[in-house]
């Protein structure tokens, strides 16, 4: 007996196709943009990378910055994603001890994202001009990242063992120490040589900017 495919059958087949072949650019492009820049970096290049002609490439994306604001929201929504911090937060320790093991959570998991942290970076560096570069950065609220350690930071100031501090404050924290620790994981990368035999200073040094961040937010 013949069986025939439905309609719906066939169209999921195709998306499922096409999101393959969109991931498989996305993942040429980035490597190319991480290693030459995303204005040195031409369509022809990454369909040469992909050994498909250009014009294949235009029917998933019609500019490759198309492509570099997908790989940035790609890239925003992974760094979020920090595992363990809904836990730590459900301990029974207090504001402080549960920011200071989120704020180790957070570091490890960005030095398992270096890729991504550096790409960010490139991205900024290339859109921040832009007129659309506002909507490609969500609000700090939007963050998982950012909700967990206001909560932490919240009940620490509440139990007495962070210091006294303001709502903006409090997010001015959060916000200063995600970009802190992204220049220093990105400025340690670019010159790691340089930082290790010069300073015998190492991605896993970074770990004391996390204790003095600490340490400020500690409540006497």
Request: a neutral charge.
């Amino acid at each position: 007996m013949f069986v025939g495919i439905s309609a719906r059958q066939t169209q999921a087949s195709e998306s499922a196709i096409k999101q393959k072949r969109r991931t498989k650019i996305k993942q040429v492009a980035e490597r190319l943009f991480i290693r030459q820049g995303i204005h040195e970096t031409s369509m022809q290049q990454i369909a040469d990378e992909l050994g498909m002609g250009r014009r294949t490439i235009y029917h998933y994306y019609n500019t490759k910055e198309e492509i570099a604001i997908d790989i940035q929201q790609d890239f925003l929504g992974r760094l979020q994603a920090v595992d363990g911090l809904d836990d730590v937060l459900q301990t029974p320790k207090a504001g402080f001890g549960k920011t200071e093991a989120m704020l180790e959570l957070v570091l490890d998991h960005y030095l398992r994202h270096i890729s991504e942290i550096e790409y960010l970076n490139e991205f900024d560096r290339v859109f921040k001009n832009a007129e659309s570069y506002e909507f490609t950065t969500p609000e700090l609220e939007q963050y998982g990242v950012y909700r967990l350690l206001h909560a932490a930071l919240n009940a620490g100031i509440a139990d007495g063992s962070i210091r006294p501090m303001t709502e903006r404050e409090v997010s001015g924290t959060i916000l200063t120490i995600n970009h802190a620790l992204f220049a220093l994981i990105t400025r340690i990368v670019g010159r790691r040589e340089i930082f290790k035999q010069t300073y015998d200073y190492d991605l896993k040094d970074i770990r004391m900017l996390v204790n003095l961040i600490a340490y400020g937010l500690k409540n006497g």
